[in-house]
């Protein structure tokens, strides 16, 4: 039975785990996730609006496509989107990041300090304190606003947006010498993210174009030992061209530098299940989902990979918390219904 399962197993492709009976919406919903990685949004929801044309009611589809049509400044029919994944799948901490994102943008300051609020202890996205912090300083309310700026200064060092928000928020406060401070990492570290933007691009298209031994040589360009962000990234990059060896070493150096990191976590994780090295995958999975237990791709992949150990007595709860995430999946549903009907092991 497990041979036969992997089959099925191995179409997971980022948080989605494919549904052999619907090859034309995983399709979609895989080159959608893939452009929305290389940020061409467009391309993307155009791809998700054809995965919701096959399936109305599919709650990943319109997620995904509630994410792109926010990266494309179309923020009513996001929402629209996102209530609708909200009616099929129920309530979510991702859903509330997205809302108090979009209340924020439309300037209600107090229903996205709500939203965000609510999250900001265990946030489904590291940057939910800067988006709070905005969301602060924006309602006036500077003391609040800094604390939440500088609490994702350090969850997100480099993140430019972060210090240039921060900066302004310092002199604003009349704490000129903590402006200029900031205003000199924010000045840094965008020069930085324009030059991994470039280095991003060209490794793209070297896995897309060249032989892989020539790509191997754009690519590391990116590698940085000390950066796991970009580590992650280009391990990601690898992933997507299905150049899943040379994905390892990046991802493994990234969990090294930064064990919270969920990204290079539920990567590395991906990475071992596509090699078939189960084992391996195991621990990564568990501790992606320990950093976000409501991610179903995490989830589902965790519950996969155990089943493919032969382990159903773990495999089973996970795959029903999976089941619980999405419960339009009927996949993960026939899976379970046979973990439940099998005799118990001697």
Known sequence: MRAAALTFF?????????RAEQPQIEAHLGKGTQLMQQELFEAAANEFDQALAVNPSDPRAHFQFAVCLLSLGRNDNARQH???????????????YYFGRLDLLANDYASAIRWLA???????????????????????????GIKCL?????????DYRVHYRLARAYATAGREQDAAREFDLYNQFRDEHKNTETEA??????????SIETAREVCHRMFDP???????????????????????GPLKRAVQLDPKSFEAWHNLGVTYFRLQRYGDARRPLETAVGLRPEFYGSVVLLGATLYMLGDDDAALPVLEHAHQL?????QTKDVLEKLRAAPPKK
């Open 201 to 210: 691009r060209a490794c793209t298209t070297a896995l897309h174009s060249q």
């Open 150 to 158: 500088e609490r994702a200064a350090k969850v997100l060092p480099r």
């Open 118 to 144: 609510s999250v900001v202890e265990d946030p489904p996205f590291p940057d939910v304190a800067f988006h709070l912090g905005v969301a602060y300083v924006s309602s006036g309310d500077m003391s609040n």
């Open 326 to 330: 999405n419960p339009a999946d009927s």
């Open 10 to 18: 191995m179409f997971v492709i980022g948080a989605c785990l494919a």
């Open 226 to 248: 000390n950066d796991p962000e970009k580590l992650t990234l280009l391990g990601q990059l690898f992933g997507d061209a299905g150049a899943f060896d040379d994905a390892l």
């Open 82 to 96: 996102f209530e609708q994944v909200r009616k099929l799948a129920g309530e979510s901490r991702y859903l509330t």
